[in-house]
């Protein structure tokens, strides 16, 4: 299942600047978890892209970060 819409207008922050929340699930989907990925591109630095995914991989993998 996929968010179909997540940026950062559709995520909510708390006062300790933590995600608190996701809103507007009119876009849900079964689909691929990558579109929901572009959120990666839209929030972070360009910097922070490559560092992000090879954190992604590792999860995935089972390796430690």
């Known amino acids: 299942m996929v968010h179909g819409d997540l940026h950062s207008r559709n995520i909510v922050i708390d006062a300790q600047h933590r995600v608190s929340g996701v809103i507007d699930w009119g876009d849900v989907h ?4 990558a579109i929901d990925l572009s959120l990666v ?8 892209r490559a560092e992000f995914f090879l954190f992604m991989e590792m999860s ?4 430690k970060h």
Do not use: K, T
């Open 41 to 48: 591109y839209s929030f972070l630095p360009s910097c922070a």
């Open 30 to 33: 079964i689909g691929d978890p």
């Open 60 to 63: 995935v993998s089972g390796q």
